[in-house]
Each structure stands twice: as C-alpha cells, then as structure tokens.
C-alpha cells in the first residue's frame, strides 16, 4: 500500500541543508544524462494560471514519479497558497504506486534549496549583503535557506505590499531591514533574489553591482519576463535545464527573438558547473545570473528524500487504493 505523506509530515523530515546536498547532486545528474526528463506540459487555465505534469526517472537511485502542479495568483485574495502540487513516487521495477505525498512544500524548500547551490557555486565567496525582492513564501524561504551557504551580515527586503513587508520582516530568522523601493534594495547588493510574482522585468541593469550574484525564479512562461533584458545580455547567464529555457523562459526566449543574443548566451547548466564539465564565473566583477525554472527531478529528489526519512521516522499513513 502507498504511503500518504501530508504537509507537517514533509516539513517534520526534510531538512533543509540536507536538501542543498540533495538538490546539488539532481542537478549534476540531470546535466550528466543519468535523468529521463522531458520538459514540462503546461496550459493555462486562465490569465497567469496554469497547469503542469513535470515526470522523470532516475534510474541509478531508482526515483520514477511525477508532480501535479496548479499556479493560481487569484488564490493569493482568497488565502489559498498561489502554488499547489502533489507528487506521486513509483516503484520503477514494478510500476507500483509507493508514496502520495503534498508537493506545495517540498516546491518551497527545493526551489530555494537549489538557489542556494547556486550561491555555493556561483557568488563570490566573500558575499555578504543579501537583497530579496518579494515577501511571500519564496522570500521566507530563501531567507531561510541562502545563510546556510553564505555568512550575510546584511540583508534587504522589498515588496510592493507594505503590509507583507512589514510581516516579512517581524518574522525573520535574522535582522532584515526594509528598503523603501526595489533599486534602493538591489543597489550594492553582492546576491539578488527576485521573488515575486512579476510578468514584466521587477529589477534594473544598472542596479546590478559588478560581481553580485541574481537569482531569478518566477516568470516561467515564454510570455513573461522578470529580468531586464540588458541584464541578461550582460550576465553569465546559468540555468537548471537548457532545455527547458529555451522553451519556457520568457527572460531568455524573448530577447532571443529581439536579436538581444543567441541561445549560445547560455554559458551552462548549473549541473554542468557542479561536475566541473563547464565554467561558471570568470572572475570577481562578473555578474552572474541564475535562471531557475524548477525541475521534475528537483522534487523528486525530495519527495525521495522525505519518503526514506518518514519510513525510518515512522510517519505518514498506509493508504489502500
């Protein structure tokens, strides 16, 4: 019989530094052809709201299942998580259904789990002033992930929502100072993190300091686009799957189609940079920018990872089907 795994029994086994090790080895392994993943179906459902299957396999660690996905800005009025998954784990020997488990979570933590691989691999080592723009669940996430990799002794946030803001900040695990705009949170900054939920570019070029590090996790649709496109231009620019960018990611695929650069812009995968196959930053002023779109393999890595940790824990429930 599956096991069914609710929310609180996700969060009670996943570790969150232990997910950074977890997410840098799917990485490496998506970029090293060991993973059957093909990039994500998605339709919309409604302006900005859509619906994906994001499958994979790994057949070396044996991890075959799928994850459900709704992403729904209009839930935000109604106190419903915009984002919503479940992820379901197979046996890949018998096809058998093993877990159920909720996915809204483990999108949380991973997302920010393989951000913070980024920053081990891609900022500088002496990076020590954080800037998030956002104050919703990625912002707290990050937050709460990137100091595991970083020693930051000073961090920014700003949002567009005083209220949220002003929550974000009472509510974090470290001292957080609220910038008055975006560009005063950015300006000198050595990691950006664009956590919101914006379809036109939320930060500027000319923000960006030489040598800071830019994390960029939403606009994941070919429509839409959070970045500035001379941003793009100027960056090393590093994704999770070069696949899935150039054909998801508005941030890429629309300056492609201006004539701004060419797919070969793309310096790597992350999981490239990892195995040491290709180079990430050439040297301490180049900005570097890290396009995550999230991976099938991402969450399946750490529906995996808490499936083990919740049988040797005893937790979750024997569901027949």
Same mark, same amino acid.
């Given at each position: 019989?599956p096991l069914w795994? &609710?929310? &609180?029994?996700?969060?009670?086994?996943?570790?969150p530094?232990?997910?950074?090790?977890a997410m840098?080895s799917?990485?490496? @392994?998506?970029s090293?052809?060991?993973?059957?993943?093909?990039v994500?179906?998605?339709?919309?459902?409604? #302006?900005r709201t859509?619906?994906?299957?994001?499958p @994979?396999?790994d057949?070396?660690?044996a991890?075959?299942g799928?994850?459900?996905?709704s992403?729904?800005?209009?839930n935000?009025?109604k106190h419903?998580?915009?984002?919503?998954?479940a992820?379901?784990?197979f046996d890949? +020997?018998t096809g058998?259904?093993?877990a159920?488990?909720?996915g809204r979570?483990?999108?949380?933590?991973r997302?920010?789990?393989?951000?913070a691989?980024? /920053?081990r691999?891609?900022?500088r080592?002496?990076?020590?002033?954080?800037?998030?723009?956002?104050?919703?669940?990625?912002?707290?996430s990050?937050?709460d992930?990137?100091?595991?990799?970083?020693?930051?002794?000073? /961090?920014r946030a700003?949002?567009?929502? #005083?209220?949220? $803001?002003?929550?974000?900040?009472?509510?974090?695990?470290?001292?957080?100072r609220?910038?008055? &705009?975006?560009? +005063?949170?950015?300006?000198?900054?050595?990691?950006v993190?664009l956590a919101?939920?914006?379809?036109?570019?939320a930060?500027?070029?000319?923000? /960006?300091?030489?040598?800071?590090?830019?994390i960029?996790?939403?606009? %994941?649709r070919?429509?839409?686009? +959070?970045?500035d496109?001379a941003?793009?231009?100027r960056? %090393?620019? /590093?994704?999770?799957?070069?696949?899935?960018? $150039?054909q998801? &990611?508005?941030?890429?695929?629309?300056p492609?189609?201006?004539?701004l650069?060419?797919?070969?812009?793309v310096?790597? !995968?992350?999981? !490239?940079?990892? %195995?040491?196959?290709?180079?990430?930053?050439a040297c301490?002023?180049?900005?570097?920018?890290?396009?995550s $779109?999230?991976?099938?393999i991402?969450d399946?890595v750490?529906?995996?990872?808490?499936?083990r940790?919740?049988?040797?824990s005893?937790r979750?429930?024997?569901?027949?089907?």
């Amino acid at each position: 019989m599956p096991l069914w795994l &609710s929310e &609180s029994d996700v969060r009670a086994v996943l570790s969150p530094a232990e997910l950074i090790d977890a997410m840098e080895s799917a990485l490496a @392994a998506l970029s090293g052809g060991r993973v059957v993943q093909p990039v994500r179906t998605a339709f919309e459902l409604a #302006d900005r709201t859509f619906f994906a299957l994001m499958p @994979a396999f790994d057949r070396e660690h044996a991890i075959l299942g799928a994850k459900l996905v709704s992403v729904v800005p209009a839930n935000a009025a109604k106190h419903i998580p915009t984002h919503l998954a479940a992820i379901s784990l197979f046996d890949p +020997e018998t096809g058998e259904l093993a877990a159920v488990m909720d996915g809204r979570y483990i999108t949380e933590v991973r997302t920010a789990a393989a951000s913070a691989v980024s /920053v081990r691999h891609l900022a500088r080592g002496d990076a020590t002033v954080l800037a998030i723009l956002g104050s919703g669940v990625q912002a707290r996430s990050h937050l709460d992930v990137l100091p595991l990799v970083r020693d930051f002794r000073e /961090v920014r946030a700003w949002s567009p929502t #005083d209220a949220h $803001l002003r929550r974000l900040v009472a509510e974090a695990p470290m001292p957080v100072r609220a910038a008055p &705009s975006a560009e +005063e949170a950015v300006r000198g900054a050595d990691v950006v993190v664009l956590a919101t939920n914006a379809v036109t570019p939320a930060i500027r070029d000319e923000w /960006v300091s030489p040598g800071a590090h830019v994390i960029a996790m939403g606009a %994941c649709r070919p429509t839409q686009q +959070e970045v500035d496109p001379a941003l793009v231009a100027r960056a %090393c620019l /590093v994704v999770d799957s070069k696949a899935a960018a $150039l054909q998801e &990611s508005g941030d890429i695929v629309l300056p492609i189609a201006q004539g701004l650069f060419t797919p070969d812009h793309v310096r790597a !995968e992350l999981g !490239e940079i990892i %195995c040491g196959r290709k180079p990430g930053r050439a040297c301490s002023s180049e900005v570097t920018l890290f396009k995550s $779109l999230g991976q099938a393999i991402e969450d399946l890595v750490a529906a995996s990872l808490a499936l083990r940790r919740a049988q040797q824990s005893g937790r979750g429930v024997r569901v027949e089907l």
